[in-house]
């Protein structure tokens, strides 16, 4: 079979936030190292986004390689349920030891959805095991936490959930306290907090990324936080994006004096090796379930919960992460976005330059567009064709790069961003 891996894809495969009938052909990748995706038509690509954000150490990182492989040859995988082994234990310990100190438990799944799926059915049935009638949920006004049911229902209602609708859970939809908003966000959050019902609070903190990385100050998230806790509403951060460095620090929670009750990990956890998500609570959240009634249980579980390859995987990301030199090359990237930030702003066809940490935004000053919008297709294409992955959302265009990324790259990825303007 002499044809391409793109073509014999387009027989076969279905993918994930694509129109198959009008979506250019897939391109066939057939390795990766450091930044760069290598093309079978020998192309190559900075992975300007770390692939859906979860690359962080780089593609095919030899240390992560490395331990994967040992732990394929020891123990490749074992039911979770009624049996442990060590990669589970050694992860738990050290994850604990990174996250705020009220951090007591870890439950593991496979994904960021379920990483929050798990996190709300732990909020609520925290209420229900106690037989307190608490279900409502508030969530921010544009975020995204997945593409399973609750986690669609905590999210932007929008023409991806539309279909679904009927199925969706309510919620409070809070807007997000960006800068000149927070009094009036902390007001609408006493208002909602006098309600009897209000169960948990959930949110993607600093940083919403789908929404077109919204970004917010720890400050009123602090207060925000303070005022659930008064009403002992349940707090949930979701990290699933945030967590492992993307904002500066190790987690976003890492800028805060308030620590969550929940946290949801997934993405950046296995540097983009293995599929697996993570929920943490603390030891209030977990005693709630303890019982001599075995229906007090937490029933929620997957085949492949923690996966001792994925759990491998992450203790090998973690090496990467716990050292300080890791928080210095943090330093290094956010030192550049911001320069470059300065350099862009007040050029024509720049709306607004947003940064946090490793996380570059850049809103292109055109009218109302969506991730419909053939303006977002045509700066996917023109980021391509000089050898860059970026996903623009809409007119929004972002980078989040592998934090082994050199200057060099990253001044190629900036160079289109400046080309970007011009499409305007
Ligand atoms: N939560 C946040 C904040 C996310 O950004 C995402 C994915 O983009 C998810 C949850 C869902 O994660 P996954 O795509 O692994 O299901």
């Not at 593991?108 to 929050?116: F, L, P, Q, W």
């Not at 567009?369 to 996903?391: I, K, M, P």
Request: net charge negative; with cysteine.
């Amino acid at each position: 079979m002499n044809n391409s891996l793109s073509e014999r894809d387009q027989l076969v495969n279905w993918h994930p936030y694509t129109q198959m009938q009008t979506a250019p052909p897939p391109i066939g990748i057939v390795r990766g190292e450091g930044a760069v995706l290598f093309a079978e038509d020998g192309r190559e690509y900075i992975d300007a986004v770390s692939s859906w954000w979860v690359n962080i150490h780089g593609h095919a990182h030899p240390h992560i390689a490395e331990r994967v492989s040992q732990q394929l040859r020891t123990l490749e995988h074992v039911i979770f349920a009624g049996f442990t082994h060590a990669p589970a234990v050694e992860l738990s310990e050290r994850l604990l030891k990174l996250l705020p100190a009220n951090q007591a438990k870890v439950f593991y799944t496979d994904n960021g959805s379920t990483a929050v799926e798990v996190a709300l059915k732990m909020a609520l049935q925290y209420w229900h095991n106690q037989g307190i009638p608490k279900s409502k949920i508030i969530a921010l006004e544009g975020s995204y936490h997945g593409d399973t049911f609750g986690a669609m229902s905590i999210s932007e209602r929008s023409v991806f959930t539309r279909p679904f609708q009927q199925y969706l859970f309510d919620v409070e939809f809070l807007p997000v306290p960006v800068p000149g908003q927070e009094e009036a966000v902390l007001a609408k959050m006493e208002e909602l907090l006098t309600r009897p019902d209000i169960a948990a609070f959930v949110f993607e903190p600093l940083v919403l990324g789908t929404a077109g990385m919204v970004m917010y100050e720890p400050e009123v998230l602090d207060k925000l936080m303070a005022l659930c806790r008064q009403k002992g509403v349940i707090i949930i951060a979701d990290e699933v994006m945030t967590g492992f460095g993307r904002t500066g620090k190790r987690f976003a929670a890492d800028y805060l004096t308030q620590a969550p009750d929940l946290m949801c990990f997934s993405k950046g956890i296995t540097g983009g090796t293995m599929a697996l998500g993570v929920t943490t609570c603390t030891h209030q959240l977990y005693a709630s379930f303890l019982s001599e009634d075995k229906t007090k249980a937490l029933f929620h579980g997957h085949s492949y919960t923690a996966n001792p390859i994925a759990c491998a995987a992450a203790l090998a990301s973690l090496d990467l992460v716990e050292p300080e030199d890791f928080l210095q090359n943090l330093d290094r990237i956010s030192a550049a976005h911001a320069a470059f930030a300065l350099v862009l702003k007040n050029k024509p066809g720049i709306k607004e330059v947003r940064q946090r940490g490793t996380i570059l935004a850049v809103e292109l000053e055109v009218g109302a567009t969506t991730y419909f919008h053939s303006l977002r297709d045509q700066l996917y294409q023109l980021a391509l064709e000089n050898g860059v992955l970026l996903r623009p959302l809409g007119n929004i265009v972002y980078v989040l790069p592998p934090y082994c990324i050199t200057q060099a790259q990253l001044n190629q990825v900036y160079g289109v961003l400046e080309q970007m303007r011009e499409l305007v």
